[in-house]
């Protein structure tokens, strides 16, 4: 297992209360793999992501039961080590809104040679062509190495971007909304171009977005996550073919699919719970349709429902008969 | 363990860095001169800027005469209280003394007062303004509040008392400017910084895993440089302005010649009425100058700032 995190909370603090974030998420990502990640807009994935990478404000709290990778107790290793010998080398960043991510005074090669020489002893001119190498991998000529980060397009940056968190070739890449604010075609081409990366090098990407279709093109396996917490986790297929959660039979629906062109899409009303007063039981209880009095209670633990697969919903019983009225419209919306 | 990729890469030139730097060095050269050249006001100050440096380094080869010597005009009277002419371009003093010999020997030690106390200045408030704009907190807290003290010492007394205890003297005339002028840029440059410091490149510079002291110096302190530029001429410029006075009030090197002091001289000689020569040459300097080095700094503003190039 490369990274594992069993219980992992955190919470923002504010003066309106404390915000759990992230609420007793359990994520494991095996070598070589990529994980998706999906869940509607302020469900926790950049928070999570934040926890992993350190970034979030100093007064936020990072607990967990379990936090590993590679054999690091990441709740535990001093932040210097982290800084120099885990980000990086070990997991890098692709960021979210890579358009203002390069410093614009800086031209774009400069700054990956930068980088490259902050985090090992290499000489300049090595540096400079393992650049011009990662370039190419990305599909960028190496050329544009000289210009400034204002002369790159959206697409363009957002490879430089992949370039830059390949350097290492670290264990775990990290990629926070990839194709956020990029046309189709750019994002296919991205995809295209993730996929083939992913033959070159051993690296795990742990994929992040709010677009179904992005993880079901490029994902191995799939995290659903809502209000803080993982509901429901499967291999690709399996997960869109037969959802075992509520949520994701409705995530589905609001989704268009290729297979069933004219079907009509089905949202889901209401909006996700406040996070600084969470809800006692299940976090999707307020808008489930399948909603009995125990879920406001109790909070369902996730359970193995098949191999492979976890759901956090406590009616796993009754998949089918829901599965089936899911598909309706008049149970989203009566 | 994560394997070495660097590894597989073929050794580079060894001049392959030493020409890239060239070539980003003339790169820059040519780009900072379009930027100059584009600004006629900018073009100006340049011209005056590099004569005045020539003068400050050629000095002792460029003056007709001592500076301090009394002169005898060519029918052996003594030239005192010449007109600017043939003989004496820029006039003589009460003393017979070679104004144009003065004011050339004046143009190093004030060029020499104001580029090192406005560089030291400025080294000085850059620092503190980007270690307290990125620090934030208790760091903010104490550095800013050393600026505000220091925004209370009004220069004139600050000068007096520094001179009363330690003696007229060139060093410590710049000590006493450096100590007040570096107080605004640290407040500008802490202002630039916080607000920088938000951006998303800072965010991701720290993903990295890049320090603190290289997001500051690396990665903010470039974005500030059209700031920096603009702070060190107005401190160049500030320290000459400070520098005359306080030198015009008696309070400079008595044994270095600078163009405050060629204007104290005038008013204790008591002429100031009648030599207007005396006192054109060092006023018209201490303007050409100062204004050139807000003309050049102006001319890289425009290029920071494109709203002004309308103006």
Known sequence: ?????????????????????????????????????????????????????????????????????????????????????????????????????LNPVQRVGAQIVEAIRAHSSTSRGKAHERVAE?????????????????????????RAMIAMALVFEPALLVMDEPTTGLDVLV???????????????????????????????????????YAGRLVECAPTLPLFEQPWHPY???????????????????????????LSNPPAGCGFAGRCPFVLDVCHATRPPAVDVATGRVSACTRTADIEHIRAAAAEKVTWHC | MNP??????????????????????????????????????????????????????????????????????????????????????????????????????????????????????????????????????RVDNVLMRLTDIVYGMPFLPFIIVLIALFGRSIGFVMLAIVVIVWRTSARVIRAQTIALKQRQFVAFARARGASDLRIIYRHIGPNILPLLLLYTSFNIAWAIVTEASASFLGFGDPNALTWGGILQDLWVSGYTRRAWWWFAAPSLAIVLLVSAFVFVSRAYEVVANPRLADR
């Not at chain 1, 999906?38 to 936020?60: D, F, N, Y």
């Not at chain 1, 070159?200 to 994902?219: F, K, M, N, P």
């Not at chain 1, 629906?253 to 909006?271: D, H, K, Q, T």
């Not at chain 2, 900018?42 to 590099?50: A, E, H, K, P, Q």
Request: with cysteine.
């Open chain 1, 187 to 225: 994002q296919e081409r991205l995809l295209r171009r993730i996929r083939a990366i992913r033959e070159r090098v051993q690296s795990s990407i742990l994929l992040i977005t709010h677009d179904i279709g992005v993880i079901a093109e490029t994902a191995d396996r799939v995290g659903v996550m």
């Open chain 2, 4 to 137: 070495e990729p660097l590894d597989s890469v073929a050794a580079p030139m060894p001049t392959g860095g030493m020409r890239r730097w060239a070539a980003a060095l003339r790169r820059e050269l040519a780009h900072n001169w379009r930027i100059i050249r584009a600004d006629r006001l900018g073009s100006f100050g340049m011209v005056v800027i590099v004569f005045a440096a020539f003068v400050a380094v050629f000095g002792p080869w460029l003056m007709p005469h001592d500076p301090y010597a009394s002169l005898r005009m060519t029918d052996g009277r003594m030239a005192v209280l010449q007109q600017p002419g043939a003989e004496f371009p820029l006039g003589t003093t009460n003393l017979a003394r070679d104004l144009l010999s003065q004011m050339i020997a004046a143009t190093r030690t004030t060029m020499i007062i104001g580029l090192v106390s406005g560089l030291i200045s400025i080294f000085i408030g850059a620092n503190i303004g980007l270690i307290a704009g990125y620090y934030g907190g």
């Open chain 1, 134 to 158: 990662l370039f190419d991998i990305v599909g960028l000529q190496p050329e544009l190495m000289d210009r400034f980060p204002h002369e790159f397009s959206g697409g363009m940056r957002q």
């Open chain 1, 1 to 101: 297992m490369l990274l594992e995190a069993r219980n992992l909370c955190v919470t923002y603090r504010s003066v309106h209360g404390d915000v759990r974030a992230v609420d007793g998420l359990d994520l494991s990502i095996s070598e070589h793999e990529v994980f998706g990640l999906v869940g509607e807009s302020g469900c926790g994935k950049t928070t999570l992501v934040k926890a992993l990478l350190r970034l979030v404000p100093a007064q936020t709290r990072v607990e967990a039961d379990v936090l590993r990778f590679k054999g690091h107790n990441l709740l535990e290793l001093p932040q210097r080590r982290f800084r120099r010998e885990i980000l990086m080398r070990e997991i890098a960043l692709v960021p979210q809104s890579a358009q203002n991510s």
């Open chain 1, 248 to 274: 994701t039979l409705g995530l589905k629906n609001a989704f268009p699919s290729i297979l069933e062109l004219g079907r009509e899409l089905i949202s889901i009303p209401g909006s996700p719970p406040d």
